[in-house]
């Protein structure tokens, strides 16, 4: 493969997805097919790990290596990964019940710690594998089927989540946008430290098959000459009524994990050629 051009394909395994007709996420792993094959990063070079939900199928429809874990874990696996692999492009798919109900604890951690990851969260506002649930993003008052009288809880916005706990790239983009999908995934996966790319993926089947007819007139892409540097000004951005703003909400360059570790081995006077012997590490904790 590396004497010819990767193309999306290349990347697409042969297996294939068992999403209802009409969900989002198939546009969002159309999107990272074009993405990686823009960027061409070779397949072994790729991992992409999930955790549990529709969304998290998605490693099993890539040619490349992936990891399917249990509930809100897939960032500490990922994270760990990166870590000892760091040559390696580390894509997290999940989705919003999956990343910010049990897994919001280690979305934090991930996000403050600058963990060299990209995590795109596919945002259907819905718990869709198991039938319908009221999500931790479902909007007030709507009802599901485990909210019959409408959801009594505000929405969490995952973008304003990653902004407060310190995340160096946040996104927020439509499924059906192809286009501008994967101009932010692009730029996500190259991104050094922390990304999080929302994508806002309608569920037909428990949020009604009108969910495209629903968020299309109210997509606004970011106001013309905004610089996203400034996180205060990012937050404007989220929480909003009646539109939805697209686009890279905030970017800023910090040392990520991976570079802040070899810091901290330099400091130590670590020599990567003469690492030290099992004795030695157990005498520096027990003299």
């Given at each position: 493969?590396?004497?010819?051009?990767?193309?999306?394909?290349?990347?697409?395994?042969?297996?294939?997805?068992?999403?209802?007709?009409?969900?989002?996420?198939?546009?969002?792993?159309?999107?990272?097919?074009?993405?990686?094959?823009?960027?061409?990063?070779?397949?072994?070079?790729?991992?992409?790990?999930?955790?549990?939900?529709?969304?998290?199928?998605?490693?099993?429809?890539?040619?490349?290596?992936?990891?399917?874990?249990?509930?809100?874990?897939?960032?500490?696996?990922?994270?760990?990964?990166?870590?000892?692999?760091?040559?390696?492009?580390?894509?997290?798919?999940?989705?919003?019940?999956?990343?910010?109900?049990?897994?919001?604890?280690?979305?934090?951690?991930?996000?403050?710690?600058?963990?060299?990851?990209?995590?795109?969260?596919?945002?259907n506002q819905i718990y869709g594998l198991t039938k319908g649930q009221v999500a931790p993003t479902?909007?007030?008052?709507?009802?599901?089927?485990?909210?019959?009288?409408?959801?009594?809880?505000?929405?969490?916005?995952?973008?304003?989540?990653?902004?407060?706990?310190?995340?160096?790239?946040?996104?927020?983009?439509?499924?059906?946008?192809?286009?501008?999908?994967?101009?932010?995934?692009?730029?996500?996966?190259?991104?050094?430290?922390?990304?999080?790319?929302?994508?806002?993926?309608?569920?037909?089947?428990?949020?009604?098959?009108?969910?495209?007819?629903?968020?299309?007139?109210?997509?606004?892409?970011?106001?013309?000459?905004?610089?996203?540097?400034?996180?205060?000004?990012?937050?404007?951005?989220?929480?909003?009524?009646?539109?939805?703003?697209?686009?890279?909400?905030?970017?800023?360059?910090?040392?990520?994990?991976?570079?802040?570790?070899?810091?901290?081995?330099?400091?130590?006077?670590?020599?990567?050629?003469?690492?030290?012997?099992?004795?030695?590490?157990?005498?520096?904790?027990?003299?």
């Amino acid at each position: 493969m590396s004497d010819q051009q990767r193309k999306p394909n290349d990347y697409k395994n042969p297996l294939k997805p068992v999403w209802c007709p009409g969900c989002g996420d198939f546009g969002v792993v159309a999107a990272l097919y074009r993405a990686l094959s823009q960027l061409q990063i070779p397949q072994e070079k790729i991992a992409v790990l999930s955790g549990i939900g529709c969304s998290s199928r998605l490693p099993g429809y890539m040619a490349t290596y992936g990891f399917n874990g249990v509930h809100g874990r897939a960032l500490p696996v990922a994270t760990g990964l990166k870590a000892s692999r760091p040559d390696l492009t580390v894509i997290v798919a999940a989705g919003d019940g999956d990343g910010v109900s049990i897994g919001a604890g280690h979305f934090l951690h991930a996000a403050r710690r600058n963990a060299d990851v990209t995590y795109v969260m596919m945002d259907n506002q819905i718990y869709g594998l198991t039938k319908g649930q009221v999500a931790p993003t479902t909007p007030k008052g709507d009802k599901t089927k485990s909210t019959l009288y409408g959801n009594p809880d505000p929405p969490v916005d995952p973008c304003e989540l990653a902004l407060a706990a310190g995340a160096t790239f946040v996104a927020r983009t439509f499924s059906a946008d192809i286009k501008g999908e994967v101009d932010i995934l692009c730029q996500a996966i190259l991104h050094k430290g922390f990304s999080i790319v929302d994508i806002i993926s309608p569920c037909v089947t428990f949020r009604g098959d009108d969910q495209y007819d629903f968020w299309k007139p109210k997509l606004r892409p970011l106001p013309e000459g905004y610089v996203p540097s400034n996180r205060i000004e990012a937050l404007r951005f989220c929480r909003e009524e009646g539109v939805l703003t697209t686009g890279i909400l905030f970017k800023e360059e910090r040392p990520g994990l991976v570079e802040q570790q070899k810091n901290i081995r330099r400091s130590a006077g670590y020599d990567p050629a003469a690492p030290p012997k099992i004795e030695e590490l157990v005498r520096a904790f027990y003299p």
